[in-house]
């Protein structure tokens, strides 16, 4: 390691982030405008504030649901898909080897949903039904990293199916707020996080991932999510529809 200005305590996690060649050349030779590490360090940190930002993306969305005890206006279809998109680009990009830091969110994002969709079964009178859910999920996600249940060619096809399945995840609750033009107690932290999250994504796959499959998924859903954070503000003092809305209504899901 090269003599450096900065702390070993502070360049040790550094340089384990963004490689020991970008750190003596961004903070031991102060070169800031490398535009191999620059770039390298910027999808770096984007990715590391995403990762973090997953883990708590939801938890505005679960404890509104908890504190209305209702799930007005929340697509059931919609977390589910979601949830099995979520298993599928972790073991997707774990089993190629790729950095954490690009996909890490898919896994904490991928917790709070299923609590999300558990507490929505149990607040519409289907507790029975989320045991037998969450079992199933849970199987599912274990096969996926287990090489002898699926293999490389099925999970690679897995995941190219995540990308029309990561926008089917969006399009009942875009036609849930189009229908009734209220949020309901969809969570707007939520909603903007996920569309700032997955543009930020866009670029660190960019830099980072050298594969067209996630890049694809990326470019969608940052499309999708940007159409439901607009909806989000133009509906944003929309009132209640009166008997309009049903817990889970069938035509919504």
């Not at 405008?33 to 938890?59: D, F, T």
């Not at 059931?76 to 830091?101: D, K, P, Q, W």
Request: with cysteine.
């Amino acid at each position: 390691m090269a003599d450096s200005w900065l702390p070993g305590l502070l360049r040790s996690p550094l340089a384990a982030l963004i490689g020991e060649d970008c750190t003596v050349t961004l903070v031991d030779n102060l070169d800031l405008l490398e535009p191999h590490c620059l770039r390298h360090a910027l999808s770096k940190g984007l990715g590391l504030g995403i990762v973090l930002g997953g883990c708590v993306v939801k938890l505005p969305q679960l404890f509104k649901i908890l504190k209305s005890k209702s799930v007005a206006g929340i697509s059931l279809s919609s977390y589910v898909l979601e949830v099995l998109a979520n298993a599928i680009t972790i073991a997707y990009n774990f089993r190629n080897g790729y950095a954490f830091t690009t996909y890490g969110e898919a896994a904490f994002i991928g917790i709070q949903n299923i609590v999300i969709t558990m507490l929505m079964l149990l607040f519409t009178g289907r507790a029975a039904l989320g045991v037998v859910t969450a079992a199933a999920l849970v199987f599912f996600t274990y096969s996926l990293f287990d090489v002898s249940l699926v293999g490389g060619s099925l999970l690679s096809t897995l995941y190219g199916l995540t990308i029309p399945l990561v926008i089917s995840s969006r399009i009942p609750q875009i036609y849930t707020i189009h229908v009734n033009k209220y949020t309901g107690q969809l969570s707007a932290f939520a909603v903007f996080n996920y569309f700032l999250g997955t543009a930020a994504r866009l670029f660190t796959t960019l830099v980072e991932v050298d594969d067209s499959l996630v890049l694809l998924g990326n470019v969608l859903a940052t499309i999708a999510n940007g159409i439901l954070a607009a909806q989000m503000v133009y509906y944003w003092s929309a009132p209640a529809p009166k008997d309009k809305y049903r817990l889970d209504s069938k035509k919504n899901e």
